[in-house]
């Protein structure tokens, strides 16, 4: 499964701003990744994992402006389509899952 965390946050007054910012490093420490400025995601081996990611930023969102978490597939994910200018670039694939016995 892949979470992603979308957001769009005041950013104009400092405070706001270091909402924003602490908001972006919850998400980094947490082990996303940024796809987009506002746009951050997370592979998650499965539906359990990534529902414990999701109540760990739900339990960090900011008091203001907003926040949408989406949870995709793999195979959903695999279907994006990237592009950067006009070029279309693969997708990354999903890191391998490591089990620990």
Partial sequence: M????????PTETRK??????EFRKM???????MFQFSIYLRFCPSMEN??????????HLPEHGKVCLM?????????MELFY???????????QQLEIF
Avoid at 50 to 59: G, I, L, S
Avoid at 85 to 95: F, L, S, T
């Fill in 50 to 59: 990534t529902e414990v990611h999701a109540r760990r930023v739900r339990k």
């Fill in 85 to 95: 200018g006009q070029k279309p670039q693969r997708n990354d694939k999903p890191p």
């Fill in 71 to 79: 949870k995709f597939t793999d195979r959903q994910f695999g279907m």
């Fill in 2 to 9: 892949w979470l992603f965390v979308y957001f769009d946050l």
């Fill in 16 to 21: 706001e701003r270091k909402v924003a910012s």
């Fill in 27 to 33: 998400l980094i420490k947490d082990g996303f990744t």
